[in-house]
């Protein structure tokens, strides 16, 4: 969708606005007095941090073997069922043997006496190295007892992949005009779709069949989500209104959702599903009560349209940008404006998304760029390019590529958008390198997103020529002839991170993966 030309300005981060509606059934009533204090003292957006469980561990080295539980623990197990053998002895058997040395104490005493200390010293050294030499027999020879097997040494990770392979699946045809927003439900199960048609599809991920078509808006529509139950599809049109349609029984929520006094450009459900995010050309951010259809909040958000809306995974914090070159981020319990990000070239922002553990930004501009932003630190961190982006409000999403070995490695990361002259490119997030440019649509690809599953990773696109695209990996072994493809170029750096200390890969991996840290090598 094209935006209109206006003037950009820089403006300082509004206040606060109060709620006209008071309501403590969402996330506006969750956050507790110590959180909003602490937000309030610093004015900086703290990312959320996972609770992320943790077995428990015997050492210092984390090591689950036996090699690094307590000596007791180890011994105590190991001498289990080895009863038989002639050093082995029981508990009981040590306390009574105790008792038969305290008895003939006074004895020993005297024998020792007798024959001098150091003939008893040297019968109990004798005694404890006999001991020794029984326990250690074969130390130096193939171990035979199952019971001492080695600890197995896991094998290293496989190698960080060159590039993705995606290849089409299904060709998805119903819509009669462009298709402007496609998304993945929460269990990838279906594929929903908006358009300058006015109307929403659902779609089977798995058949690419289509299941439902609801009709209700007035004029096109622009933006759509899912909520985090997968029973209803939120979408946003240019009559001003949104509509909440259930994909359980096929028919729309009665009320639509009023209050926007032009387009609704961009939308987003909060986590628990009872709050929707709305940016308007209006210049405004709602925050909308889903039980009640009322607006809770209003932000008088930029000084141009909003193009752009995405909610942390926890809910604490919303992102907005527009077309005037913003990119702001606000505390969801107060309404405060946190932080502003602003590029030095000040491009039109069209699409705004976090990264999946909440830390960073990723947003789409008007000058051919992609750029990864810390907003904490308020900083520009990456910068993708090699797709064409000058008009058209495009988006994407984050992706996951490589073998992904449960509890070692989750696979690495990559950003996948569409581009103007069709093609869909996917870059890792830590070299910026271009892993795979796919030639997908006869025109602007304006949606892009991904999903996981246990059958396999899976993206989708939408474009102007009105068709939706699902698009699978293919793993070498049975990959098919490779097609021809244009060999991307090597993209200028633009970054901003010299000297910077970080990990990228881990902190872009999914939910509940940690790693140490390391230097970027850009």
Request: hydrophobic letters at 30%; aromatic letters at 8%; glycine letters at 8%.
């Amino acid at each position: 969708m094209e935006h209109p030309s206006k003037r950009r300005r820089l403006t300082p981060s509004p206040p606060p606005i109060s709620s006209p509606i008071e309501t403590s059934s969402d996330e506006l009533a969750a956050g507790s007095d110590h959180d909003q204090e602490r937000r309030r003292v610093s004015l900086n957006a703290y990312p959320p941090k996972r609770p992320y469980p943790r077995s428990r561990s015997f050492s210092s080295s984390e090591s689950p073997d036996e090699l690094a539980m307590d000596a007791d623990v180890y011994w105590r197990s190991r001498n289990r069922g080895r009863d038989d053998s002639p050093w082995a002895r029981s508990d009981e058997e040590n306390d009574e043997n105790e008792a038969d040395e305290e008895e003939n104490e006074n004895e020993d005493d005297e024998h020792d006496n007798m024959n001098g200390d150091d003939n008893g010293r040297e019968a109990n050294g004798s005694r404890e190295r006999d001991l020794d030499e029984m326990d250690t027999v074969g130390e130096n020879e193939p171990e035979t007892d199952p019971d001492r097997s080695p600890t197995p040494v896991p094998p290293p990770p496989p190698p960080k992949p060159e590039s993705v392979n995606y290849r089409q699946k299904f060709l998805l045809r119903g819509h009669l005009r462009g298709v402007s927003a496609v998304r993945f439900s929460p269990d990838a199960s279906m594929i929903a779709s908006g358009g300058a048609d006015g109307a929403v599809k659902v779609w089977a991920a798995s058949t690419g069949k289509l299941i439902y078509t609801f009709e209700g808006h007035l004029a096109g529509i622009s933006t759509i989500s899912w909520s985090p139950d997968g029973a209803t599809i939120a979408s946003g049109s240019d009559d001003k209104t949104i509509r909440l349609w259930n994909v359980l029984t096929g028919k729309a929520h009665p009320t639509p959702f009023i209050g926007h006094h032009n387009y609704v450009y961009a939308i987003a459900f909060s986590p628990k599903g009872n709050m929707l995010v709305s940016g308007s050309y209006d210049e405004a951010v709602f925050l909308w009560d889903v039980r009640s259809a009322r607006v809770m909040k209003s932000l008088p958000a930029h000084s141009d349209p909003v193009s752009g809306i995405d909610v942390v995974w926890d809910g604490t914090l919303i992102a907005s940008c527009a077309t005037d070159g913003l990119v702001r981020i606000w505390d969801t319990s107060t309404g405060q404006c946190l932080r502003t990000l602003v590029h030095e070239d000040n491009p039109p922002v069209s699409s705004v998304k976090f990264s999946p553990n909440g830390k960073y930004v990723l947003a789409w501009t008007l000058d051919d760029c992609v750029r990864l932003w810390d907003y904490v630190e308020g900083r520009c961190l990456k910068t993708y390019q090699g797709h064409s982006n000058k008009k058209y409000s495009l988006s994407g999403a984050f992706g996951v590529y490589g073998q992904s070995i449960p509890g070692r490695t989750p696979g690495y990361a990559f950003a996948v958008s569409g581009s103007e002259d069709g093609a869909i490119l996917c870059w890792d997030v830590v070299t910026k390198k271009v892993l795979q440019r796919i030639e997908a649509h006869d025109g602007v690809v304006l949606g892009v997103d991904t999903c996981s599953t246990g059958e396999g990773r899976f993206m989708v696109s939408c474009g102007l020529d009105g068709t939706v695209r699902v698009w699978e990996e293919v793993g070498p072994e049975r990959e098919p002839e490779p097609e021809p493809e244009p060999e991307p170029g090597q993209c200028p750096d633009q970054d901003q991170d010299q000297g910077r200390d970080w990990d990228m890969d881990s902190e872009m991996r999914e939910a509940g993966e940690l790693a140490v840290e390391t230097r970027d090598p850009t």
